[in-house]
């Protein structure tokens, strides 16, 4: 089947009006590069097409240039390296990361496990650890890699051949529980930091994830240069990613941003195995023109790494474009087919479609063309293009590497369907694939699945440790290490929430004037980055505009139009804002690289994200859950956050369910502040304990845009608040006849519930509750201490709510299943009522959703009413 994407290579001699002129042109051409070189005829070229761009003509190149390598054999740098070592030290990862999934499974075939993918990334792996991986140490920052998740068994296999992990550790791959009772590393199953932090840097296992976060790392690394903190020169952001992973919107939604920024800094290598999970990538098309359009036209330079160096003899003598031509008339799933098929059947089937193929073919044994290797398979390729991609300058480089799944496997695996989900191999494919890279295994240990690591003195091994060493180290490796920060008293940026005197304010604008006198600290200010994605305006952020900046790569080459203004928009070199546009995915992947920076780069940054609450964990939360993996620390800060602050705008708008969602992640939490004090000891205590002690947690704060009066925090209730709850005030004379429990924007709802009972002559406490899921887990550590026989710890909520048989009634502005969270661990005894805001939001006031909802100061004196029996 034709790719009419080619269609301009293809064109039927008929369609040429005038052979002779053209054939001139083309001798013109030709002459040109003899005579001048290819640099003087790309810029012929260039003056051509931007004449040609003209309306008249309306012309404009292809984006997809032929299915051959993009380094032609006469640029190619010298090889560097010891070839056949480096073949045999790949051989030997190879069969290390197959004996590890296949001995998984044969003991617990549950564990699962990839083969696949590793058998076709690992000589671009090799490459890039043997030449190219440059490791953080006190001389230098040290390259970033993103590795194919699929892949962490090779990744690991390397790391037991560099004595990093023992044959034990490799015994236990998937085994994360029961591995250290055994004297072992359980390993997991892909990159996860928080499961092996000294090992893997960055989680990539949830697909797409890794493409847009390395590069947000990238530009983070230009913005930590530009505003003078870390001199990032000379590093790079190494991706390895999958063709099919690129079908992901997360892989391609910052494409432009990469260019528009010249992120020189970035590389990614797209393994083109051809196939996904369940089959071709692009059956009926190419996945290697498709990406060539997407990144070239995304402004990336592109490197096509297609072939091997046994296929530049054919090329050398096809004089009539027979292999070009073939090429292009060849849909991948096609070329999957010829990856599973031997050397006969490639012979009659590729090379026996007419007779210019089948003349270069003469003279080569079924063998060698079943041996004609695709170009990610071909060491001395890899290192071209690598070596021209590390050198680009001015954009970022994607090189698309062309290889096979399974590479090896033979008739087990290699470019099969089911080639993704092969665990288990039988002796007869184990003895093949043993014969097919040579390894120096008996049958006997082959058919055992040994593992085989050489001796210490062994050349293999000299060369494997030479070439970490003279690029710094063992890769990959996670820092943990970090200075701390300093951070200021309280009092000195927050007096003015602390001891807000009944002021009218949104918790909103409160963090806002928090934010700026914290920027304005000596040492703390300059390590804050403040993102938004769009909405600054909205959050009334506008004057932080001139007070600090938004970081631009490119400055500001524009008069503003509000040049005049107060809070005049101000683009700057090196300005402090992040402003990601409108994109809730940049914006996260931002927040997640300055959170992971104290571990990245060993300069703690601390970064607050605002954003419309409901474009949080709704809409990021993979992304949240993979920064938690990373082990972030920082501020999300979910702003017009509930389900009836943001009145107007609507169901899409409401939020009633983050704080649910932000419940299950294990190091984040979660509060939801009512009062401008509350928020300040919060942030407070969380700058503490993430720059200070340096604990592994981020913060996750709901604000709002309702205007009300603060009153003052009161004395000693800073330990409250951050526990999750304090005795905010009683209504009325004589013991509370019931207790209502508020957060947030409906904690006021509560207030003036507890004042209309009062009136009525019911005596009412009113407990501000700042955080449900700390209750909750509060509650759940004294549960488990017990069951395991502990020192008998009582709930924080036994003595918050304790010494009262009184019923309680809760209100949020969240699903009920938020209140419901501390239900198992209140007093006995005590009759336990919720009310939130289960169902779809609407558009209209505040006052009419929170009585469509019940969660009105009306509607929670009723349920107090009714939970007494009145």
Request: a negative charge; one cysteine or more; proline letters at 5%.
């Amino acid at each position: 089947m034709t790719d009419h994407s080619l269609h301009r290579f293809l064109l039927a001699p008929g369609a040429d009006s005038d052979p002779a002129e053209t054939a001139e042109w083309r001798e013109a051409l030709a002459a040109l590069v003899a005579h001048e070189g290819p640099a003087r005829a790309r810029f012929i070229l260039d003056q051509l097409a931007a004449q040609a761009r003209v309306p008249q003509v309306g012309w404009s190149p292809e984006l997809v240039t032929p299915y051959v390598n993009t380094i032609p054999v006469e640029q190619q740098p010298p090889f560097p390296g010891d070839l056949a070592i480096e073949e045999r030290l790949a051989s030997l990862m190879r069969w290390n990361a197959l004996a590890m999934v296949a001995r998984a499974n044969a003991a617990y075939g549950e564990l699962g496990g990839h083969i696949a993918s590793y058998a076709s990334a690992a000589d671009l792996f090799e490459v890039g650890f043997n030449h190219f991986f440059q490791a953080r140490n006190e001389r230098q920052g040290g390259d970033l890699v993103f590795f194919q998740p699929h892949s962490a068994p090779g990744v690991y296999a390397r790391a037991f051949l560099e004595g990093r992990l023992s044959e034990q550790d490799l015994a236990h791959y998937r085994q994360e529980i029961t591995a250290p009772a055994r004297g072992a590393r359980g390993l997991s199953s892909y990159p996860h930091p928080w499961l092996m932090p000294d090992f893997w840097q960055f989680p990539t296992g949830s697909m797409g994830l890794g493409p847009i976060s390395s590069i947000y790392h990238a530009r983070f690394m230009r913005y930590l240069t530009h505003r003078q903190l870390l001199d990032c020169t000379g590093r790079k952001v190494w991706g390895v990613f999958g063709d099919g992973e690129m079908d992901e919107p997360e892989s391609m939604s910052a494409l432009t941003l990469a260019s528009r920024e010249k992120l020189d800094n970035l590389v990614w290598v797209v393994n083109c195995n051809l196939q996904r999970l369940d089959g071709p990538v692009r059956g009926n098309g190419r996945i290697v023109d498709e990406l060539e359009k997407l990144f070239r036209g995304a402004g990336w330079h592109v490197v096509k790494l297609l072939w091997g160096s046994d296929w530049d003899g054919l090329f050398a003598r096809d004089t009539t474009g027979a292999l070009m031509q073939a090429f292009a008339h060849t849909v991948d799933g096609q070329m999957q087919t010829f990856a599973a098929k031997d050397g006969r059947f490639n012979r009659d089937t590729f090379f026996g479609q007419n007779e210019a193929l089948a003349r270069l073919a003469q003279g080569m044994t079924d063998d060698q063309i079943d041996r004609l290797k695709r170009g990610g398979h071909d060491l001395v390729k890899i290192h071209a293009a690598y070596h021209a991609a590390a050198r680009h300058q001015g954009q970022p480089v994607v090189v698309l590497a062309h290889t096979k799944k399974g590479y090896g496997m033979g008739t087990a695996g290699q470019g099969r369907m089911t080639t993704h989900s092969q665990k288990k191999l039988d002796e007869a494919a184990l003895l093949e694939f043993r014969n097919r890279f040579n390894l120096p295994l008996s049958d006997a240990q082959a058919t055992r699945l040994d593992f085989f690591r050489p001796a210490d003195g062994s050349p293999e091994m000299r060369y494997l440790h030479a070439r970490r060493a003279a690029l710094g180290g063992y890769l990959p490796r996670r820092e943990s290490k970090a200075p701390v920060l300093p951070v200021p008293e309280l009092s000195t940026y927050a007096q003015f929430a602390l001891q807000a005197g009944g002021k009218e304010m949104s918790t909103t604008m409160a963090f806002v004037r928090l934010l700026g006198n914290l920027l304005k600290d000596r040492a703390l200010g300059p390590r804050i980055v403040p993102i938004v994605a769009d909405e600054a305006r909205t959050f009334g952020m506008a004057n932080l505009f001139k007070q600090v900046g938004i970081y631009s790569s490119a400055g500001q080459l524009y008069d503003p139009e509000d040049i005049g203004s107060v809070l005049s928009y101000r683009e700057a070199l090196d300005g402090q804002i992040l402003e990601e546009g409108i994109s809730e995915a940049g914006a996260i992947a931002s927040w997640t690289a300055a959170a992971t920076s104290y571990s990245v780069h060993g300069v703690p940054m601390l970064p607050f994200y605002i954003y419309y609450s409901m474009f949080g964990f709704q809409r990021v939360g993979d992304a949240i859950w993979a920064a938690a993996d990373q082990r972030a620390r920082g501020f999300l800060l979910g702003a017009t956050s509930g389900r009836t602050t943001l009145g107007g705008e609507g169901l899409q708008h409401q939020d009633g369910s983050s704080h649910l969602v932000a419940a299950t992640i294990p190091n984040c939490k979660a509060y939801d502040p009512a009062f401008a004090g509350e928020l300040a000891a919060i942030i407070d205590h969380g700058m503490r304990e993430m720059l200070v002690e340096q604990q592994d947690v981020f913060y996750y704060l709901t604000v709002m845009n309702e205007n009300y009066a603060q009153p003052d925090l009161p004395d000693g209730a800073a330990r409250g608040v951050v526990r999750g709850g304090y005795r905010f005030a009683t209504f009325g004379e004589g013991p509370p006849g019931v207790t209502l429990l508020g957060s947030g924007a409906i904690l006021t709802e509560v207030v003036r519930a507890a004042q209309q009972l009062a009136a009525e002559g019911i005596a009412c406490e009113v407990v501000s509750i700042t955080s449900w899921s700390e209750l909750a887990r509060d509650g759940l550590h004294c549960e488990q201490r017990a069951l395991r026989g502990e020192a008998h710890a009582m709930p924080y909520l036994h003595e918050l709510l304790g010494g009262s048989p009184a019923p309680i009634v809760a209100a949020t502005d969240y699903v009920r299943a938020v209140p419901e969270a501390i239900r198992a661990y209140l007093p006995p005894q005590r009759r336990y009522l919720t009310l939130g805001t289960d169902g779809f939001g609407r558009s209209d006031t505040r006052a009419a959703l929170r009585a469509l909802f019940g969660v009105d100061a009306a509607s929670i004196a009723r349920a107090a009413r009714h939970t007494m029996g009145r």
